[in-house]
């Protein structure tokens, strides 16, 4: 079992930066695959980033790409995502996700059988 909890969400203005984290405890999460997806009102979850274990390989949505980056320090068991030039369609709920090792997938929520709480993101224009 990985238990996973995000933090740093908030309100910022359209432009500005805001970077989020997720802690992990429970089994190794080091071995996981971790994720990043939103859900803004009335829509679906949509895949925003991924990252391997070992960190080698990332993902991006192509509506993220260049503004966000996936990190992680397997060391402190914790994920990030720095969020850059913010804008408000970005405005949504957060959620980090763990997907075991061998999962190919990374972009799809059914890759994922641990999800955080969320954290809430509003970006104002």
């Known amino acids: 079992q990985v238990q996973l909890v995000e933090s740093g969400g908030g309100l910022v203005q359209a432009g500005g930066s805001l970077r989020l984290s997720c802690t992990a405890s429970?089994?190794?999460?080091?071995?996981?695959?971790m994720g990043w997806f939103r859900q803004a009102p009335g829509k679906e979850r949509e895949f925003v980033a991924a990252?391997?274990?070992?960190?080698?390989?990332?993902y991006y949505a192509d509506s993220v790409k260049g503004r966000f980056t996936i990190s992680r320090d397997n060391a402190k068991n914790t994920g990030y995502l720095q969020m850059n030039s913010l804008k408000p369609e970005d405005t949504a709920v957060y959620y980090c996700?763990?997907?075991?090792?061998?999962?190919?997938?990374?972009?799809?929520?059914?890759?994922?059988?641990?999800w955080g709480q969320g954290t809430q993101v509003t970006v104002s224009s």
């Open positions: 990252i391997r274990w070992s960190g080698d390989s990332t």
């Open positions: 996700a763990a997907a075991p090792p061998y999962i190919n997938v990374v972009t799809t929520t059914s890759s994922y059988v641990y």
């Open positions: 429970g089994r190794t999460f080091s071995r996981y695959t």
